[in-house]
């Protein structure tokens, strides 16, 4: 049987422009803040230097102030971190992710009860034939 706990949420945020704010991006705000750089972030998350740039612009340019502060190479091998705005923005998503779950526990229990049994959906059976 399935728990609602079994049951996730993914929250996305719908920002002006058409910029999307979802756990993806949130997650290598995190990665780049851990890692100190956008290259290493993009490696750790399986995505492409110019896909995670291109995504960190965005939300650079979607707030009032950037969320990921870059510095270039050289002697000190450059390296990127996250700002004050990119912290408040983790922490904003998380929060509401948060209240989305708390909020929709009782659902969530609902459509876990509707759920078929992952035990008992053996891909090797047959249908039944009509």
Not at 24 to 29: F, I, R, T, Y
Not at 39 to 62: C, F, P, Q, T, V
Not at 67 to 88: F, W, Y
Request: net charge neutral.
């Amino acid at each position: 049987m399935t728990n609602a706990s079994d049951l996730k949420i993914r929250l996305k945020i719908d920002l002006p422009g058409g910029v999307r704010l979802g756990y993806g991006k949130v997650d290598l705000l995190c990665a780049v803040e851990a890692e100190k750089s956008i290259s290493a972030a993009a490696r750790k998350m399986g995505m492409s230097y110019r896909r995670a740039w291109l995504l960190i612009d965005e939300l650079n340019k979607s707030f009032t102030t950037p969320v990921i502060a870059t510095k270039i190479g050289g002697k000190a091998h450059g390296g990127a971190e996250l700002t004050p705005m990119g912290h408040k923005v983790i922490a904003l998503y998380i929060a509401a992710e948060q209240q989305a779950k708390q909020a929709l526990g009782p659902v969530l229990g609902d459509l876990a009860a509707c759920l078929a049994d992952p035990a008992l959906n053996d891909s090797d059976e047959q249908a039944p034939q009509t």
